[in-house]
């Protein structure tokens, strides 16, 4: 069991997972953005990192991949060139390259698109909430935050519906890949050496894999418009993916389309029940729901943090970066700066604006499902909310242990139906 550690000290290992635990070390990341902006860390198992948090210079590494590049990996984990090349996904790749990939997938992604399935979302999520059956304990994160973005990413894949439950949980071993609940193979507690050419060091990679070539077999034969089947068409320049370029996509898709908007999800009750003014403010006020989203995406921050590579030596905040270098961009620390958010410890629905950088703002990696998870969680908020006439904690919460994921994995609660 991990032993309890204080968040209120400023001097706490940002890279430990189980700091994490705890809760997000936010006074050790206002000391950082207050006195070491672009602070050096040593490593015993790495060749160390620039650890970025304040908002404004996470803008520029992000918006400068021609400096801070992605191909180098985008987590802390040094990577041998073949285990860069056997993981490569379209995040670890820069402009062109990055752009011409991320086109074949963005179409169903778009604004457009995605405001046509709001109908067909609000008919999952009332699905969803209509399988609890009017219990008053529950765990959230298992009946409604899991549920939502899992059926509605099976939708857009074309995978069938009985799967969603089996790729959910494979999603959540590559993401929670530091977790001793959701992998039997926990990066930092155990040996990952004889997986490291696959996704994530994890051994389910091969079972995504073997369900990859399945359903790409399925599309070749009978093609249909799904998000598969646009992954095997050919690019731009007329030549496909490859077989293995398919299938790490594939499973950066499963882990990345379902994990960040249930935590993000879940943040945002989580926030709700501790600012019940806040909670009582939107009951009586849904017209501000558009910007408590925006609230709650900042407050949770779900993915906490991306990795550049230095391409060639830069200086940032007076400090020398060497070509080479491990860069890290901390959103989390970004979200919470005081020089661009006022009050950034205060949740606040009617906070407006609200540029935050939990989908990566403005930068040639931002979100490509940043519309599919707004409109999810406004839709569960509009047709959970109204339904219930109370809603308290009802235990304690637990979070993810991750340096790189910021999440609460359950969530019990109690509540009244309306």
């Not at 950082?32 to 060749?47: C, F, K, M, Q």
């Not at 620390?333 to 410890?345: I, L, V």
């Not at 109204?386 to 109690?414: D, V």
Request: one cysteine or more; glycine letters at 6%.
């Amino acid at each position: 069991m991990t032993q309890p550690i204080n968040l209120e000290r400023p001097d706490l290992d940002i890279t430990d997972p189980d700091v994490y635990v705890q809760g997000v070390p936010h006074a050790t990341f206002k000391r950082l953005r207050d006195t070491d902006p672009v602070s050096w860390w040593d490593e015993t198992d790495g060749a160390g990192f620039w650890a970025v948090t304040r908002y404004n210079d996470i803008l520029e590494v992000s918006r400068n991949p021609q400096v801070f590049s992605s191909k180098k990996g985008i987590r802390i984990e040094d990577m041998k060139p073949d285990e860069l090349e056997a993981r490569k996904t379209v995040m670890e790749m820069d402009p062109p390259e990055h752009t011409a990939y991320r086109r074949m997938v963005q179409p169903p992604f778009s604004a457009r698109e995605v405001a046509s399935y709001e109908m067909g979302i609000r008919l999952l999520a009332r699905g969803v909430i209509d399988e609890i059956g009017g219990q008053t304990e529950f765990d959230f994160v298992e009946l409604l935050a899991r549920q939502l973005p899992m059926r509605m990413l099976g939708k857009m894949l074309g995978t069938p519906d009985q799967d969603g439950p089996m790729l959910v949980k494979k999603g959540d071993a590559l993401l929670g890949n530091d977790d001793p609940e959701f992998t039997e193979t926990p990066v930092s507690l155990v040996n990952t050496d004889e997986y490291r050419l696959l996704p994530f060091r994890s051994p389910i990679s091969l079972e995504l894999f073997a369900y990859a070539q399945e359903q790409a077999r399925i599309r070749r034969d009978n093609p249909t418009d799904d998000v598969i089947s646009r992954l095997l068409q050919p690019k731009r320049d007329g030549e496909p993916l490859s077989e293995m370029e398919f299938k790490n996509f594939f499973t950066l898709l499963i882990a990345a389309g379902t994990d960040t908007t249930r935590y993000t999800m879940t943040a945002g009750i989580m926030a709700l029940l501790e600012h019940p003014e806040q909670l009582a403010e939107l009951r009586e006020n849904p017209n501000h729901l558009d910007d408590a989203v925006e609230e709650i995406l900042r407050w949770g921050t779900v993915t906490m943090h991306f990795r550049r590579t230095a391409l060639q030596d830069a200086r940032l905040e007076n400090r020398n970066i060497k070509a080479g270098d491990k860069v890290l961009i901390w959103y989390i620390a970004g979200d919470y700066d005081e020089r661009q958010f006022q009050n950034p410890y205060t949740f606040n629905i009617k906070r407006n604006p609200n540029e935050h950088l939990a989908f990566g703002l403005k930068s040639p990696h931002k979100c490509l499902g940043e519309h599919l998870a707004r409109i999810e969680v406004k839709i569960l908020l509009e047709e959970l909310l109204p339904k219930l006439s109370s809603m308290a904690l009802n235990g304690t919460p637990e979070r993810l242990r991750s340096n790189f994921i910021s999440g609460i994995k359950h969530l019990p609660l109690k509540v009244s139906w309306a």
